[in-house]
């Protein structure tokens, strides 16, 4: 049997309460995993998803369970073993990582613990000049917004919709990005600035100045005039609420824009997008340590900034999740295992 490790595990469906931290044994490596001693962990939207048995989700999404099952991600850490075929990452080498996304999705991917094993292909360096709570925030909000916004990076088929997410230029476009101060959004509104954009941001009035300070040029209360309202012949939308509502940014979109929804469910504009000629495209994350590398770069120099919501111990998965349910997160929530 492996050696033992602390993790946080499920043994059942339901709310925050199911996290149970407790002895798990440690992930066993396969040729070409990487064994990563956990620093940190980012929180994001699949971990509750999942935790709950996607019960807010289509039938067709929901998991057969496996249990017990070991939620999360999202890791930065460092190299505590390597398997045979791994090149590039050694012991003691400070890492992060998107594990296993979409592959073990409904089966978790297992980051809430002291160890996890990660393909060395979804492994890249640490940015040297940020800590592992800061670099665990990013890999699935950051790609998330890399993927949407600059390359898909991958090949592989599109779970919701028949054609492949093509991103658009944004040099010199009008952009608006609903939900900035989230963890996609606020990275998202740092790419777009990065690539030359007149980026508008909507979100709650507390995240104004956050969002001005992340490269915003406009920013919009959310709870005042609604931006469908205001906003017009913008070039893109990219709307990380999304769901059903994400149709009303069709008017404030002009006639061969982009309507990019993140959460795609629900969507039910597809005819108004034609009469209006806006193309509206989505995608699923997935791992990439090659595009976390390119990332790292930006987030070594302070051109990306992961902004830190809250801090939980691995202990206190729980809290960290209830911390989640009552919205309005300002940037990334995370559980620091070190
Ligand atoms: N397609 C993919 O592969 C993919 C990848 C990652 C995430 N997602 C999905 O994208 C969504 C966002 O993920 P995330 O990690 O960024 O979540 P998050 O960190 O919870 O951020 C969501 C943000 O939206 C804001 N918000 C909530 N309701 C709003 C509304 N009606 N109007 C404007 N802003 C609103 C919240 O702040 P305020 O309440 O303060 O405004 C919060 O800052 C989730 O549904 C997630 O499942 C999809």
Redesign the pocket.
Known sequence: MNPMMKAVRLHAFGGPDVLRYEEAPRPALSHGDVLVRVHAVGL???DW?LRDGYRSLPPEWRPEPAFPLILGSDVSGVVAAVAEGVEGFAVGDAVYALVRF?GEVMKGSGAYAEYVSVPASELAHKPSTIDHVHAAGAP??LL?AW??LIEPGHQQPNP?QPFAHVPVPLEGKTVLI?????????LAVQLATWRGAHVIA???R??EALLRDLGADQFLD?AGIAPEEVVRDADLVLD????A?SGRFLRSLKRGGALFP???LGFAGHQEAAERGITVS????RSSGEQLAQAAALLADGTLRVVV?SIFPLADAARAHER?AR???????VLDVA
Do not use: C, L
């Open positions: 994001n939207p699949p998803y979409p699935m909000s998330t993927q949407f919701f609903n939900g900035a101060a989230g963890g996609v959004g606020h909507v979100a709650s507390r995240s959310r990380t609420v999304g769901g509502e993140v959460y795609p989505t995608a699923q994350v919501d989640a919205g309005g997160i300002q940037g990334k929530i």
